[in-house]
């Protein structure tokens, strides 16, 4: 029996296992008492009662080596009893903490082996662990109820010793009893870590080491550590033996399919002692084990490709021997860590989504008062940056030396040295909210994740429900994909909705109009911070042209003070271009995504790199629970899309859904609305598809697809108005099409040309006609604006609309934005123009830019509203009407 | 000189339409509009039936003006604006025989001013005058005419030199406008005080109507036809002529041709290279091409010039004021 240190089963005890196993002259039985107390079990209490005992050492040293303690006596048998009184030939201790030789494990284990050998006195007796040899030969003259005692470390010493019979011949790295007395030899057995077999946990009862749901399984990959750090026993320090690359990854694809986890923990003392092997390891760990996460301690000077390559290869979290912040004990440990690059490693580290899991050493009789408050300061600094601290008070692992075990022995008082000091950090931990978690929790904690829409800044005024179906779609495309990958804790919050249709909140803000929007924010957050669980992740979308940036803002403040350890995240289209913006003005915010792809958002979660996977199906099921559960009004509309992106190229366009175009598989599509087609009576799905006819071809497919689900859909969708025949709008029409929108843009030729879409207006009036012929309802949109654009321009979209007024159903006008993202942002001298970044204020949506042969920004800004009144109010007296498309489809649909 | 019986006729025929408008403007062109002293009357008593309709200042060169036509006014309401293209008889030496006739204009103009306040002068800017503009202007606020409007003439070459002068001058008058508004004098100088009045108030579409009327105004001529421009009836181009002609009052008055010249570019008609594009000020200024005195169309560089110098006038009061 015998313990590990963290909260996973033990590797030496799985490592010795799996050796001996192989031999198949064993039957073997494993007593883990370890696993009691971490799990806080019945039998747990009686070792509860029994540490109190166990602490006291000396008591414990006399009642071995003098008088037996009637307490210890009691304790000791009621254990062996409550393992079932185990009968054994040999009865194998493990003895050690990580790498340490640990004194409350060795007297535990003695009181207890002393009490088996009275029972059983034919069994032999055997210690192994990372004991240093002077010690295991003092505890063996001492100790005469122990038989065997491994020197050397090295489990294939062990297998010798067992299997020796009854030749008394030394064997290399034990210490045994034979019957001449202490046989031992200083020849050494070299290392053949090669030749380990994988560890075998099959005597372990996983199930009761689990963490969140998750086992985290020890494994090594090396032994022995590069450093020579004065205070640590570690017998291997100073060498270092790797395994080959092709082993490390064939156990652990074998380990992961056994035991049925991604998840381990390497416990070689520095993961990167050998950055060259490490450089080689991590792509092999990609390539060969893709889904394992891992923990691994590691030597805080490191460089961020390194970090790099180690996330990818499924890090997780890394634990670092940061010991002090002082650079005279730094020096004074010599494990080549310097302050600077402690920052670094961690910072990097962090940027990189690693969980930082930091050690800290306190006790040792060189520190002074001056470095513990260096060290104070560092975290004080650093916190943002570190996930968990751990204080290793000397002595609390169990170090000790010869000298004190000897002191122990005589009954001599302990040296002062090798006293347990107290903890020195406690304080600022507690002040700074720093956890101090075990490894393992760290490592399998749950995540819950938050997903907010904030109510819009102009609350109780502004845009209505209708017109956010983007959110809802970038929402339920990471919902959907986290659910698909078996993460719970997700939480939705859609407070635009709950407060759009809440009539009291609504009419208390009507009725106290706010001098300032901070006081209006501030009731807001009060309204919205009880229904807010706390969570690991908070993303918040700010839609569009940051309309609910404010209302946003204000809640994730109160959140990140609330839960300091909490990450708040803002993703969604306006982060998209000003994310920079973002991150420098708001320091509470941890991240602003870049983008809205699903995947991103799981990495975040899984603390790993992910492999873009094909999206898997919509899952709208939270969305309506939130509704439900709220009361509100059953959703209108679903919001869907079976493709992103877009092929064509258009200059003034930013991309925001991508440059690449991919469509999503036809089949899930299918899958998919046939969902949706169940969720309500009256269906109605609305594409957010760039253009649902970028291929032809594959929209007869999805039509056919369509026109066979009942309850029929009815859908609203963009198109490109350019080879769209009549009997593509007569067969779209048949399976529920109700509503197109058409990018028109312009009706100018020569913008028409270059606008990569390469429309045409009489193609387009075509288009409409037949449209309108088969019951569709035609949205066109114009943009106005445009650079060098003239009058012309205006009285031509003017034209246009008069003369197609009976196949139109609604006109959007849109001045012309010039984008972040967009061909022309990127090359502003090629279409005459020039940005004007002084006058960006980095919030809106559209830079400034002044016309080089023509008019200045200021000016071209007055046409620009100028022809878009004129337009609207040409729209509305041909009694058109100009509203946002989703409100016009969701209209639609209700009025059907 | 328009008859009575054409005066009424036009009248009966303009008034269903004047109610149907905003602020129905009446404006009366020469010649000489004193010469027709009775149909003054006759329109001032039509007018005084339909008050909402106004009329513009009547333009005069001043010349005729003398007590009984004084009488008039001060009974009718109407008022004059003199043509003056500055206070010196050698900037108007081609509108007055002599220089005795220029000092009796500006006697007749004081005697005016006397009566009915400052007067409304309007200069108009001809090549190869403008570089002495400035110091006219000066001279004519310093004599306490201080209500003025500029107009580059139509029909005549400008070329570069000329519009370079024009540019320096009217940046001249700039200065003086804002030092005289500085010091609280009241002054007014168009298309300066318009362009800020408008520019301010976002009435971009009253800039560009008040440029040019293509499309919302008809005139008619002495005889009863109808144009849709001022300068149209004296085109000798009988093609052109017939694109801006709009019938007879006699007969019949084709207003949807009147409204479909809003929609003109000069871009369609001709093979200029569009440079200016908002305010929409020259865009239908197909007088541009035209040289009254050749009877001929004007080098592609003149039209240019003529254009850039109606452009250069709002561009500079927007920099100005506008922008910072």
Known sequence: MGPGMIKSPALDVANLAALIRQTGRYRLGLIDQRVDVINASAASSNWASGLFLLNQFSRCFDHLLKCPDHALNAFTKNVIVNAGSPKADFFIFSISVLEQFSLQYLIVSLCLAKALKVSQPCAKIVFFGNCPKKHARKLMAVFSFVDAFLEDGNEFSLLDYLGRGRDNSPVKGVIFRADKGLTYTDERRVLGLNKMPRPYFGLFDLRRYSSSGKVVLPYEISRGCANKCFFCYYIHKGKLAHKDIGKVTDDLAFLS?????????????????????????????RARVPKINWSALAIPNISKRLLISMKAGGCRQLRWGVEYASPKMLKLISKKTTLDSIIDAIKNAHELGIYNYVTLLSGLKQEAKADIDKTNKFLARMHPYIDSVKECVWGELGHFSLAYLEALLCGRPAIESDKKKAEQYASILKKLNIPSEDIIEVLTAPHRAAFIISPQDSFPGGGTVDDDGRSLLSIFKAISLLKARNIAGIEYLNFLLLFGEHAKIQGYFLRHPFRTPEGKERILVE?????????????????????????????????????????????????????????????????????????????????KATVPAAPGLMDYSMHIDFLAKHGLTPPVLFDYETSCGCKHNCFYCSSLSGKALWFKDIFLVSKDLRALAKLAIEPNVYFHDDALNMDNGRLGALLDIMAGIKPRLSWSCYMIAKDVSEALLKKMAYAGCRHIRWGIETLDPYKQRAIDKGLNTQEIAKILFAANRHGIDNQISVIVGFPYECSKDLDLAIDFITNNRKNISCVNVYQFKLRRNSPIYAYPGKFGISIDHTLDSGSTDGMPFSEKNGLPWQLKKSQQEYISNILKLKVKSLGLIDQDPRIYFSNLVRHA | MMSSSTLKRIWKWLLPYFKKVDGPLLNLVGGEPLLSLSLLVELSALLSIEKKIRLKEIPTNGILLDEGILDFLRSSGMRLAFSLDGYSYA???????????????????????????????????????????????????????????????????????????????????????????????????NPIDKYREYIKMGWWDKIESDCCGLGHEIVFSPNGDAYACTLASHLCNEDLRKRFYLG???????????EKLEHLHICDTSNIECRHRFPNITCKKICAFFDFKAKDLLDMECVYNYLNIYNFMLHETYRTYFLK
């Open chain 1, 257 to 285: 399919k056994k035991y049925k986890t991604n998840y381990f923990h390497f416990m070689d003392a520095a993961i990167n002692s050998d950055e060259a092997y490490l450089n080689r390891l991590c792509p092999a760990l």
């Open chain 2, 91 to 189: 900037a108007n030496s081609h509108r007055f025989a002599n220089v005795n006739a220029f000092k009796r204009v500006l006697s007749n103009i004081s005697a005016y001013k006397s009566m009915f306040g400052t007067p409304l002068i309007k200069m108009s800017v001809y090549p190869g005058k403008a570089n002495g503009l400035a110091c006219e202007i000066e001279r004519l606020i310093h004599n306490g005419f201080t209500r003025l409007t500029l107009e580059p003439v139509v029909g005549f070459p400008w070329h570069k030199e000329d519009a370079e002068d024009f540019y320096k001058s009217f940046k001249k008058i700039i200065r003086i406008y804002s030092t005289c508004l500085a010091s609280g004098q009241k002054i007014s100088i």
């Open chain 2, 248 to 258: 007879n009052i006699y007969k019949k008055i084709d207003l949807d041709k009147m």
């Open chain 1, 527 to 607: 309204l919205m911070a009880p229904l807010v669980k706390k969570s690991s992740f908070y993303f918040f979308y700010i839609s569009w042209w940051d309309r609910n940036l404010r209302t946003a803002l204000a809640l994730a403040r109160y959140l990140k003070k609330a839960h300091p350890s909490s990450k708040i995240i803002f993703w969604g289209p306006h982060c998209n271009f000003y994310s920079k913006e973002i991150s420098r003005k708001y320091a509470f915010i941890d991240k602003v995504l870049r983008t809205d792809a699903p995947e991103t958002i799981l990495e975040l979660l899984e603390k």
